[in-house]
């Protein structure tokens, strides 16, 4: 087993506490759909929170709507009042927030390819839905224009580039003083805006909406942290070269470890050890001895090695790999040996 040098902090440990306490590189804020951070304009709604009656509704925006490339961990979401109106002190006994990605589009009709967003509330959620805010009093009195934070208690790990959706979750269970004020949204042409909501003002343990917009949805500001990017790339078939690029790196981020599975047949970025299912490969990389320059476990203070510089593997590197596909993930820990962060996933097929 593998000790941190620094700590020596069993891995396991870490790897059991991998959304606990984590640190990256640059806080970012954008609104789901992008473009409405000024507040102005937009279309409101009492649902769910200018009203009495308890309700359930999953906000759906898609993935493109997203600024960032790769892998993100969102640490808050707020909304806030149409065209800056006054926000009553409200209070709700509970609201709960749930947050995963999908696997169905955020349209009623689907793209195609894709189905649409689902009736059933469960069939819209991946194995990584997280109750980022439990049941619980919230509570407040904020002036006009202000966008009101939901007050997450953990954060979710996001990664816009897998091309799943990102589903927001809201159970109330009803109200004693509500808004008194319309919720910012938005409203546009079909397959244009980005999101939708669906649910109904029927309880807040519904297991399937009854009402949907077509085409409308609540703003969301999102606060965001970037995660460490992965990229492989190769110059074409038959060559066995590698290119292994890991930027957008924690700035905390000290010791990590490329993970790789060759268990591929689950959908991408749905296995339960950073997004990937591990296979025999995965547990023995964890055993690799560090080195300067070892892509499989690596530091981040070796100057000119990866990760600080791309990892070239020349023609014929990886040449036994071609025709195989592998899931790919790094993550890192930071001195004290607790876990610091991790990048997107890659599903690659060799060349």
Known sequence: ?????????????????????SV????????????????????????PFNTFAPQKWQWHYDSAQFNALGSILIVDI???????ASVAAFSFPSVEVVMGSSTTDYSVAGTGTTPGHSSTFSANLTSDQTTVRPAMPWTSGVPAATWISLGLTAPFSYDPSMGNDLVVQIANCGSAVPWGASIFGATGAAGL???????????????????????????????YFEESRLSVAQS??????ILLILSVASSTGYEGFTLLSGNTLAPVGSGFL????PDATTWAILGFPYFP???????????????????????????????????????????????????NLVRYTFQ
């Not at 707020?78 to 800056?84: K, P, T, V």
């Not at 649910?199 to 999102?222: D, K, Q, T």
């Not at 070892?294 to 020349?314: A, E, I, K, M």
């Open 293 to 343: 320059g070892n892509p499989f476990h690596f530091r981040t203070t070796d100057t000119g090695l990866f990760p600080q510089s791309p990892l070239v593997g020349p023609p014929g590197t990886v040449s036994a790999l071609a025709g195989l596909t592998f899931d790919l993930v790094c993550f890192m820990v930071d001195v004290t040996g607790a876990y610091d962060s991790r990048s």
């Open 193 to 223: 805006l980005g999101g939708n909501s669906y649910g109904g003002p029927a309880a807040c343990n519904s297991l399937v909406s009854s009402f949907f917009n077509n085409e409308y949805v609540p703003i969301i500001r999102i606060t």
């Open 1 to 21: 087993m593998f000790l941190s040098p620094t700590s020596r902090t069993p891995i396991r440990l870490v790897l059991a506490g991998l959304v606990v306490g």
């Open 236 to 241: 074409g078939p038959g060559i066995g070269n």
């Open 274 to 277: 950073l997004g990937l299912v």
């Open 78 to 84: 707020a909304i806030r009042s149409q065209n800056g």
């Open 24 to 47: 990256f590189s640059a806080q970012s804020t954008q609104t789901l759909p992008r473009g409405y951070d000024s507040g102005a304009g937009g279309v409101g709604t009492s649902l």
